[in-house]
């Protein structure tokens, strides 16, 4: 935080020419540094690590590296800090990075700043770096209904731990303390936020919704694609079984399931499937399902407006809600009525079409934070 204050002062001193922008800082996660900082107008975006699954161009990447390259970089974090604190007023945090040690205080430090000089904060959270296991777990066993969180501490041991608990909550806390508004969906990533959040928004490019209905004329063999970032928390598994099962039973269809791959074969392979089954312990359908029914796919997930109230109208009727004790009946029922899938897949496309659009997005987000 010296560094910071150095930096920003020195940057005022200097008369460094202001911008009418934001800053989004986060670690790119599906997309959305991308997609928010580009709905932002005159936004710069801040990378704090690379991803294997996407190509894109940020503004400023602070990547960590080894030995004198790691130092080099702990520097150079706060200096752009107080730089970035110097030309806008406006900052966006996705998840929980930070400049200054953010996993050792919640990023208290950096926000208190941020306050200090009159900027304004927006925290918008993706998933399990806020995700409350003792409180999830608890909402799943008052509804006897396995969750995420369920399973997470098995594929990602010790996430679970008291320590990394106390993290997520110190992260809420001061969240609630320093932030103008929060993003966070209420049920699916349920956090120790006190005041009201606004559910996550969703930026599908253009160019995803442009898929042919063609592939429904021939409907001899269904493709039906999985495509788990992460299995055992997504239900593949159950998906596994229910596929064995229906196989044995002498139905012809196509399964393919797609893990560790570019985005890009996701998308293509998105193109010429007919059904895809998403994640089953989840309440909001993900960026995955939502990239299946801009390409016209009949989506099979768990997500459910009852359960998750700030999901837009009509999500109901958009996929298939299927939680995971039904995935075998709800993928039978559309292998026994091939007809009902084209119909599915365009009433999902219609709903993704008028609530997900980067046109829809820039709008929401907009009215939301220059409210």
């Known amino acids: 935080m010296i560094l910071v204050r150095i930096s920003y002062y020195i940057c005022r001193f200097f008369n460094i020419?202001?911008?009418?922008?934001?800053?989004?800082?986060?670690?790119?996660?599906?997309?959305?540094?991308?997609?928010?900082?580009?709905?932002?107008?005159?936004?710069?975006?801040?990378?704090?690590?690379?991803?294997?699954?996407?190509?894109?161009?940020?503004?400023?990447?602070?990547?960590?590296?080894?030995?004198?390259?790691?130092?080099i970089t702990l520097v150079y974090s706060p200096i752009l800090f107080g730089y970035l604190l110097s030309k806008y007023d406006k900052f966006m945090y996705l998840g929980a990075i930070g400049f200054v040690s953010p996993y050792t205080d919640g990023r208290q430090q950096e926000f208190k700043f941020i306050k200090s000089i009159n900027k304004q904060l927006v925290c918008y959270f993706l998933g399990s770096e806020i995700r409350s296991f003792k409180l999830l777990n608890q909402f799943s066993q008052d509804r006897s209904l396995d969750v995420l969180t369920t399973y997470q501490a098995i594929s990602h041991v010790g996430i679970d731990a008291p320590k990394n608990e106390y993290k997520r909550?110190?992260?809420?806390?001061?969240a609630d303390k320093y932030s103008d508004v929060i993003f966070n969906p209420s049920t699916d990533q349920m956090a120790y936020i006190q005041r009201k959040t606004f559910p996550c928004i969703y930026f599908l490019a253009d160019d995803l919704f442009e898929p042919s209905l063609n592939k429904f004329d021939d409907l001899s063999e269904i493709i039906v694609l999985h495509g788990p970032s992460s299995p055992i928390i997504k239900g593949t598994p159950i998906v596994r079984g229910a596929i064995k099962k229906l196989q044995m039973e002498g139905y012809k269809f196509k399964y393919i399931e797609l893990i560790n791959v570019p985005h890009e074969q996701m998308l293509k392979t998105l193109c010429s499937a007919h059904i895809v089954l998403n994640e089953f312990y989840a309440f909001v359908p993900g960026v995955f399902g939502l990239e299946a029914m801009a390409s016209a796919c009949a989506l099979l997930t768990s997500a459910d407006e009852n359960i998750e109230s700030t999901l837009d109208e009509g999500a109901n009727n958009a996929w298939k809600v299927t939680p995971y004790w039904l995935v075998y009946d709800n993928l039978k029922l559309f292998l026994d009525n091939p007809e009902m899938i084209k119909p599915q897949a365009v009433v999902g496309y219609n709903w993704v079409k008028q609530h997900c659009t980067y046109t829809a997005g820039v709008k929401k987000i907009n009215d939301i934070i220059n409210d």
Do not use: C
């Not at 989004?24 to 936004?43: D, G, H, R, W």
């Not at 909550?169 to 001061?174: A, E, R, S, T, Y």
């Open 17 to 71: 020419k202001k911008q009418d922008g934001w800053v989004v800082v986060a670690v790119e996660t599906a997309s959305m540094l991308k997609n928010i900082s580009s709905a932002l107008p005159n936004s710069v975006s801040v990378n704090f690590a690379p991803n294997r699954f996407y190509d894109f161009n940020y503004n400023y990447e602070v990547y960590p590296k080894k030995g004198l390259l790691k130092l």
């Open 169 to 174: 909550k110190q992260l809420g806390q001061i």
